[in-house]
Structure formats: structure tokens, C-alpha cells
């Protein structure tokens, strides 16, 4: 007989958002984070929160997590400062266990995929702390996106992103043609971000920067987990992902990674 392809496809964790719909409080997750996940071969499970006993079910059943992006900020308490501008929106219910569930999830090698707001929940959760407006900072570029123009402009390639070498997204991008990673290590990356990395968290490691110095992406430096799959990605890779040969990359490398802690999981 064969096997179920949905029961044998990694079962991956998408945090919701809270956000008023019609004056109702409600649960909300972008389409194209769910379209992602599945362009990596996953099912996705968008999780509206959890109570702390509620951590450790999740986790059980978890072969990955994907944090998306949000035009929420991580609240700055999380990193011991006070807000910086009241009028852009946070979300206290998502940090309350986005931030304890990375924690959770690092300790176990988990396949972690953070994408902006997630790649900064990742650097919070660790012990980071941000930028609460990166265009405010000495030699620092404005980031942020123009909301006024159309979805295609807005989310399309903004400035260059450098490579580290020998890093995580540097083997997972090895082998795209020069016009899309040049030989020097740089491609181009979109950017709708206003807060950034300001202190890295101890246990990361930068794995590209953009061209003033801000961090565009990292990976979990793990001794106890050493092949585990982590990247936090501060660009939208998930946007139109799949004609993106950089996006493609990313996915595929996060999917396999889910995948075989799947398979690991069936065989104990």
C-alpha cells in the first residue's frame, strides 16, 4: 500500500497574528507564508497561540517552524527599552509564546525559518535586542517600504545583500548562476523592514548584511545541534517565491530539513 503523501509530509508550525476584522478580534496569517510553506513540501499548521502547557503538544507534533513576518513589532520590553514611536502596532499575545517557543525549539535542533518579524523574534528570543527605527541610526539606510506604491513594487529588490562566507545561506545559495549571486557573494533582496538587528544575540551567527552593515540574515550557531537548520531572514523571501531562484533555495533547504526530522521521528 502506499503511503498517504499528506501523512508523510512534515507537519510545519505558522504563527497567527492578532488583528481586529470588523471590529472582531481574530487570528490572521498571510496566504503567501502558507504557500510557502507548502513550495517546501510541508503542511502547514497555523497556530493562533498557545498557553505554556500548550508548548510542549505543539512541539510534538512540529517536524519545523516558519515565523512570518507581521506589520507588528516584537514589544521592546522583550529587550529592556521602552516604545520608540506608540503609533506602529505591536502584538504582546504573539511574543508571548513565539519568543518562548524559539527558545524551546533551538534547545531541541528544531528546522527554524524566521522571516522578519521572525528573524527578529529570533534575535529577542536569544538575547538580541533591535533597532527600534533603523532609519533613525547613524550611517544606517531607511529600510522601510513605500506602502503607497503597488504590491510589486513595494516587494521588489531594494538593494544588494552581501554574503558571509563559508556560512548556512552561503552553501544553500552555492551553485545559482553569476547573475543572480554575483562571484563576489551579493544578490538582490527586497526590504519592508523599519526596526533591525541592533545587539546579535550570542548564540547567532550573521550570514549576510546589507551594503551600510545592517544584518539581513543569520543562522543558529548550535554545539549541542550541530547540522540543525536554522536561517532568519530580515528581506521577504516568501513573495512570489517561486520564481525566485534565491527564495527556491531557501525553501528547498528548510523543507529537507523538515522532512528528515519527520522521517527521524517515524523510525524511533
Known sequence: MCADPVSSAPIVLVPACHKPVGGHACYTVGQKYIDAVRLAGGVPLVVPGATEAELDALLAIADGILLTGSPSNVHPSHFGEDVHDPSLPLDPERDAWTLPIVRRAVAMGLPLLGICR???EVNVALG???HQAVHEQP??????SDET???DEEYGFAH?????????LAQTLKG???DIVSEQGEFQVNSLHGQGVNRLAPRLRVEARAPD?????VSIADPIHPGAF????????????EGNSVSLRIFKAFGQACQAWHAGKQKS
Open 149 to 151: 506604491l503597488p504590491l
Open 176 to 178: 545559482l548562476p553569476q
Open 213 to 217: 552593515g545592517v544584518v539581513e540574515a
Open 139 to 144: 550611517g544606517l539606510s531607511d529600510h522601510r
Open 230 to 241: 536554522s536561517l532568519c531572514l530580515q528581506w521577504h523571501p516568501e513573495w512570489k517565491a
Open 118 to 120: 521572525g528573524f527578529q
Open 128 to 130: 538580541g535586542s533591535l
Open 160 to 168: 544588494a545583500a552581501q554574503l558571509v562566507p563559508g556560512g548556512v
